[in-house]
């Protein structure tokens, strides 16, 4: 079992609906979750980052945890073309001796 | 403040080759941290360097090597490049080595022949 899996995709929805991504994870250690966005030919980029179960916002992101279930999720609320891009979750144990842990990304596209 | 640079953005080699490649962080970021992305594996760490120090190493072949510099910037290079070393090569700075913030750049796209 891969140590955090995470649809490929694509995932293709109407601009303005609300999106759902999400991210499962093997190991319990695990404590600090981030999502990226990666546009076409660029590096990812931070978009959230998380240390405990439950939710955290910001603007029409929200970042949600449930540390029993292993379960991560990005939601995006009133979606734009904009938002057109490679999303992934990465997760670490919070040592700084340790690496991060990323899902392979999910191709989102927002259809105006 | 000038994000995370790396040259070349793209470079194209043949099997048994080597390559090197370049990575300036952010002013004031003393930590580079190395990743190869592709399709199939997804982004996948290669190691990281604090103050001219590997700190950690993900599971790749000894072809893999880098090293740092007094001024932080940070370079990579593969020997015997094999095709399936084809990849985005992705770098990033953070201040403090560890599970911090992380700045990418906007990679290095490697193909070999």
Redesign the interface.
């Given at each position: 079992q891969k140590e955090v899996e995470q649809d490929p995709g694509p995932l293709s929805v109407p601009e303005g609906a609300i999106v759902s991504l999400n991210c499962t994870y093997s190991n319990s250690a695990f404590q600090?979750f981030m999502w990226?966005r990666q546009y076409s030919?660029?590096?990812?980029?931070?978009l959230m980052?998380t240390y405990s179960s439950g939710n955290k916002e910001d603007g029409r992101f929200t970042a949600q945890v449930d540390k029993s279930s292993k379960y991560i999720s990005l939601f995006i609320r009133d979606s734009q073309p904009s938002d057109s891009a490679t999303y992934?979750c990465?997760m670490?144990?919070?040592?700084?001796?340790?690496?991060?842990?990323?899902?392979?990304?999910t191709r989102l596209h927002i259809l105006p | 403040k000038a994000g995370v640079t790396q040259t070349p953005r793209y470079l194209i080699k043949t099997r048994g080759q080597q390559v090197t490649l370049s990575c300036s962080p952010i002013s004031g970021h003393r930590s580079v941290s190395w990743y190869q992305q592709t399709p199939g594996q997804g982004l996948q760490f290669l190691f990281e360097y604090f103050s001219e120090t590997q700190r950690n190493k993900g599971n790749f072949p000894g072809r893999f090597s880098g090293r740092q510099f007094s001024n932080s910037r940070s370079e990579m290079n593969v020997s015997t490049l094999e095709l399936g070393d084809s990849a985005l090569y992705l770098c990033a700075s953070s201040l403090l080595p560890g599970a911090d913030t992380q700045y990418f750049g906007p990679g290095t796209r490697l193909t070999v022949l």
């Open positions: 600090y990226y030919r660029k590096g990812p980029e931070l980052y992934l990465a670490s144990y919070m040592n700084r001796d340790d690496k991060i842990i990323f899902g392979k990304g | -």
